[in-house]
């Protein structure tokens, strides 16, 4: 545990010392006050939905930049031979890696907090609806994460592993529009991995336990592949 | 300490190594050496676990590399061949990082780091950015994270590499000091370098070990010692004193003025003493100036075996 918590730690001071980040940072935060200003004029609604959506599709094009590098650099440094031959379980080094980003990820989300914060000011949120809207929004970024974390323990280059994870995050993004190209049992699996949908139901107010089991599922998933794409290490072999 | 058993690794069709066998008491300090691509890296990667072989075993402290790679892990400080480095951290934050993931106590973390700081002289830089740092300080920060958590075995490939010639001696002195106490493995191509740090070397060619000695041995063989004497008297009495020797054999004499003359003789028993020799030359009235035994260099040798 102790080790997990170095290496997480290790990510995200990485973090701060890298000026992507920052980028990162202002973009998210620029464009979160933007749309929250523009959201809350036009629907003229107590309520952060709409923001929630502007959040989610915005995670689809932060989270592959935040993950990019994660075991990439590590390759391409040739630090990833000093991780694997400390006295570290290679889940002990992917979970580290994990924590460190939601972090940095969950700070990114807490820019947002203020909002909510003004809406109360001037009018009666629904508190319950906009807490698990956070809940789901944070699961979907975990996920998304997860996902990044999974694409970039596969290669060396950091450019290869953005676009392998902008391939897929568009992928559960979008997998509502494929649903009408499709038929049968393929297309209630792709009804299934559609992200959105199972977002959806936390924005409204939703709470379902086959929406907390899909992201907690599929997190652990690309957990545990990440894991094994660095027992095989997979980049030397492909 | 490590032993290795028929190792062998293929890469696709390359075969990087083939059948490496060899055992490494405690304490020893041994140096592999061999041409680049000859497989030193390939084999050092195999014994920190960090590859798996393609078949047989290798042990490290009596734990099997593949079953058990952690409790290698435990007990192994190695610097890879490029110094893994994180350019943002640092050289504190590093080392202290390493500390944590190798298993330093963490009461102990802050002593250890301010010791491998001094040991390889690192002070100086302690809080400055890993990234700026030059060649050798890198070097140094890679090889004091081997050593933060005082391991019992220390895998270093090329250790000296962009490293001045002051840094080269304090890394030998570094590696002398820790003779003994810990097992050592250094890799390098830079043969005057494995004279000053190893004790016995591996000399690896093409994946394969075809030497395995004790230094000493290996630059002397003892089927071909050869000496220089340097004599004063006649020539002819000296050349017949040779003569009358059994265990020595002229190779050549060569006049250097005033009645002295050196000669190249050559062993041909394996008894390193030359008091038969010296009586001779006294029985003909001849004055023994100097004996000295030719030493082969590495160079020499490692030009033979990879002809
Ligand atoms: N991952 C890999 N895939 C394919 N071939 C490899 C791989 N790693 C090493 N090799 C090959 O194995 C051989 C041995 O490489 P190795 O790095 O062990 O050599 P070395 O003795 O350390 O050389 P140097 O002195 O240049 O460091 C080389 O021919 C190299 O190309
Ligand atoms: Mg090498």
Redesign the pocket.
Known sequence: MKKIFAIANKELSGYFRSPIAYVVLIVAVTVFNVFFFMIIDENQEATLRDVFKVMEFLFVFIVPILTMKVFAEEKQLGTMEFLMTTPTTHMQIVLGKYLGTLVFFTLIMCWTLPYYGIIKFFSHPDTMTMMTGYIGIWLEGAFFIAVGLMVSSWTRSQIVSAILSYVLLFFLYFASALVKYTGGFFQSIIKYLDVMGHTQNFIVGLLSSSDAIYFISGIVFCLVMTRISIDTRIW?NI | MIVSKNLSKQ??E?E?LKNVSFEIEQGEIVGFL??????????MRILTAYLPSSSGQAFVGGEDVSLNPLAVHKKIGYLP?TPPLYPNMTVKAYLRFAAQLKDVGVKFQKAQVEHVLEECRLEDVQNQVIGTLSRGYKQRVGIAQAIVHEPEVIILD?PTNGLDPIQILHVRELIRKLEHKRTVIV?T?ILSEIEQLAKRVLI?KKGEIVVDSNLEKFLIPDDRKQIFVKVKGEEFHIEQAVKDTNSVKQINIEFLGEDIYELHLENTNNVAHYGELVQNFIKYGIKVIEIKEKKGTLEEAFLKINK
């Open positions: 030397d | 890469f696709g390359f990087a061999g041409q680049n691509g000859a497989g030193k890296t390939t084999l061949e090329e890799s191509h690896i």
